[in-house]
């Protein structure tokens, strides 16, 4: 038993062990040095990928804003905060914080001068989406700041750090926070900013926590007097900041609890013939937290209304408020282009219904084959007949269109009854290719 545990046990260090291919500790320690400064080059190149990230926010393309992201050097005085504090080094921890908040002015900044020239100051759903952050956020931070850290600690480096960039998103938060400035939406800043300081803390941790577990050396220091002086230091500046955090994820998965609880309640108990919900909104502050819908269409009866309110502890809102506008009162807030939005998307449902009804209802054409497959081939036991697409990868123009008739015997077919059935099918379907597949 014990040469088994043994056994285990070295499997599992080798298997994920993180001294192999390490780089040189000292090598480390200048690289992640290196990338804390911001000035010449590093400024320049931030401050055009922020123009490019506000840009794609602008223009709702998702593909931009990780170009963006791909250029932007972010990382390093994050990075180089965790480092810090792991190896006791308080000349690298000012020096960090120094260049963190100088990236992050010099990104507000040029999105904010971006945002106050364009023309187009709508709010788009990828800038909306940095500005309330979620418990996927913070966990997104955390590992994509474990790989991040390990992928830097190695001889050999990867395209890690650059898929780290892109997963974190440390920069749309900043160019969200520099439109709310530029629009005087406060919020917009507030919720942008803590979704920067959310990101960049779990980095911070995650650099923190693998530069522990590969065991580097701390500073030394010239007299015990200072090395204590500077290790209390840096552990109060620590407790400042964990303490907020651990109160803000807390806040972000109650948050998020209550937003997965509350979107449920609605999709499952909100569907009425006459009766439309439009832009629900679930708000969850420091008071009550609350649903407020607009219903559009025959107004709701309050015994309908109460029945409603009474099924909420179901869905673990019994201490939620729900607000309900209709009839006048929702005239009063109807946004016309809330309610196109809502009603083009339930168009795009019946459209995607209809078609899946349609290819149904062309495959139900199909003839009944049980009986004249049982005779010609007694040993089947089931199959099934589909019109299919197949589609050619080298040539993205040409698809073909055949039957599939896929089936099961309780014998292997042999080939020659294989192709023989193929030929049938295709007379007695009337169909051009038929593809025969055996399970």
């Avoid at 559009?296 to 109460?306: A, S």
């Avoid at 008739?405 to 169909?431: C, E, G, M, Y």
Wanted: charged fraction near 20%; proline fraction near 4%; charge should be positive.
């Amino acid at each position: 038993m014990k040469r088994i545990l043994f056994a285990i046990r070295r499997f599992l260090s080798e298997r994920f062990t993180l001294t192999e291919d390490k780089a040189d500790e000292k090598e480390i320690i200048e690289s992640i040095k290196a990338e804390v400064q911001f000035k010449g080059t590093n400024v320049w190149t931030l401050i055009f990928a922020i123009f490019i990230a506000s840009i794609g926010l602008n223009m709702n393309s998702t593909a931009v804003v990780i170009g963006a992201m791909l250029i932007s050097p972010l990382m390093g005085p994050i990075m180089g905060v965790g480092l810090a504090i792991a190896i006791n080094d308080l000349d690298l921890l000012k020096k960090g914080a120094k260049n963190l908040l100088v990236a992050a002015t010099i990104s507000i900044t040029t999105s904010f001068l971006y945002f106050t020239i364009t023309p187009l100051h709508e709010a788009s759903s990828e800038l909306l989406a940095r500005t309330n952050p979620s418990i996927w956020d913070v966990f997104i931070a955390f590992l994509g700041g474990l790989a991040g850290i390990v992928a830097g600690t190695r001889k050999k480096k990867s395209n890690v750090i650059p898929g780290v960039a892109i997963a974190t998103a440390l920069m749309p938060p900043l160019c969200t926070a520099g439109f709310g400035l530029a629009t005087g939406k406060v919020f917009y800043f507030l919720g942008a900013l803590y979704l920067f300081f959310i990101n960049s803390l779990f980095i911070c941790l995650a650099t923190f926590l693998i530069v522990k577990r590969l065991r580097f050396h701390k500073v030394e220091f010239t007299t015990p007097e200072n090395e204590k002086r500077v290790s209390r230091l840096i552990f109060i500046l620590v407790i400042i900041t964990v303490i907020p955090s651990i109160y803000l994820a807390y806040r972000i998965v109650q948050r998020s609890i209550f937003e997965s609880n509350a979107k449920s309640f609605v999709r499952t108990e909100f569907h009425f013939a006459r009766t439309q919900v439009v832009a629900p909104e679930y708000v969850y502050d420091g008071g009550q937290p609350s649903i407020e819908l607009l219903l559009v269409g025959q107004p709701l009866p309050d015994t309908l209304v109460d029945t409603l309110r009474k099924k909420m502890p179901q869905y673990g809102l019994g201490k939620v408020k729900l607000v309900i506008h209709q009839g006048l009162d929702a005239k009063q807030k109807i946004d016309l282009s809330e309610i196109k939005a809502s009603v083009l998307e339930e168009v795009y449902a019946q459209q995607h219904i209809d078609t899946q009804i349609h290819t149904l209802q062309k495959n139900s054409e199909l003839p009944d084959l049980r009986e004249e497959l049982h005779a010609l081939y007694p040993t089947i036991t089931r199959y099934s007949l589909g019109r299919s697409v197949q589609v050619h990868v080298a040539d993205s123009v040409r698809n073909d269109t055949l039957m599939l008739f896929t089936a099961h015997f309780s014998r292997p077919l042999p080939v020659r009854d294989r192709n023989r059935l193929a030929i049938w099918l295709q007379q007695r379907i009337h169909a051009d290719t038929v593809r025969v597949i055996m399970e």
